[in-house]
């Protein structure tokens, strides 16, 4: 059986909008809401101190379709960060003390641009961390190749 994200399905929960109406009724649904919690843990303000990994969403697409998946990702979401935008990025990551970042998606490794991306990163001693969903290496003989790839930009596979 083939699923279809909730976006193809054109389920009412894939409108950002419902998404945040439901967050907004949490009480109504009996679930605190951040700042409740942070008051209940005794945690009454928070302040960034800086930012040791910067996490990069590189798109949708994705070779699975799980029904938990926070990003509803998909073979059928095309929504994916192009090249000039990574681009972007590194020179960004330039004027920041960041050591890690962290690729994310769907599946980063299916955007066309993701090695070189890697690439990019692992060139200027950035540490990398992928978040894989380990399926994709077997879903395509071009991807069986991941490992080797990984263990030669020493990234830190997070599945
Ligand atoms: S593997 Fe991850 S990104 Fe892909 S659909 Fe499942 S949860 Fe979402």
Same mark, same amino acid.
């Not at 399905?9 to 409740?36: M, T, V």
């Not at 101190?49 to 949708?60: P, R």
């Not at 379709?65 to 960004?92: F, L, S, Y």
């Given at each position: &059986?083939s699923?279809a994200?909730?976006k193809?399905?054109? !389920?009412?929960?894939?409108?950002p909008? %419902?998404?945040?109406k439901?967050?907004?009724?949490? =009480? ?6 951040? %700042? =409740?919690?942070l008051? %209940?843990?005794g945690? !009454?303000?928070l302040?960034p101190? #800086?930012?040791?990994?910067?996490q *990069?969403?590189?798109?949708k $697409? ?5 029904? !938990?998946c926070?990003? +509803?990702a #998909?073979? +059928?979401r095309?929504?994916i960060?192009?090249? =000039?935008? &990574?681009?972007?990025?590194?020179d960004?990551l330039?004027g ?8 994310t #998606?769907?599946?980063? %490794? $299916?955007?066309?641009d993701f090695?070189? /991306?890697v690439? =990019?990163?692992?060139e200027r ?10 399926t994709i290496i077997l879903a395509? @003989?071009?991807? !069986?190749?991941l @490992?080797? /790839? /990984?263990r030669?930009h020493?990234v830190? *596979?997070v599945?």
């Amino acid at each position: &059986m083939s699923l279809a994200t909730l976006k193809r399905a054109n !389920h009412w929960l894939s409108s950002p909008q %419902e998404q945040i109406k439901i967050l907004s009724d949490h =009480q109504k649904i009996g679930i605190p809401s951040f %700042e =409740q919690k942070l008051n %209940e843990s005794g945690v !009454h303000s928070l302040r960034p101190t #800086g930012i040791d990994v910067f996490q *990069v969403n590189v798109g949708k $697409m994705c070779n699975q379709v799980c029904k !938990h998946c926070h990003v +509803d990702a #998909g073979p +059928d979401r095309k929504e994916i960060m192009t090249r =000039q935008t &990574m681009q972007q990025i590194i020179d960004a990551l330039e004027g920041m003390p960041v050591k890690t970042v962290d690729l994310t #998606g769907g599946a980063p %490794e $299916m955007n066309p641009d993701f090695r070189w /991306f890697v690439e =990019q990163l692992s060139e200027r001693n950035i540490e990398i961390i992928v978040r894989c969903n380990l399926t994709i290496i077997l879903a395509n @003989p071009k991807y !069986h190749d991941l @490992p080797e /790839f /990984f263990r030669r930009h020493k990234v830190n *596979v997070v599945s």
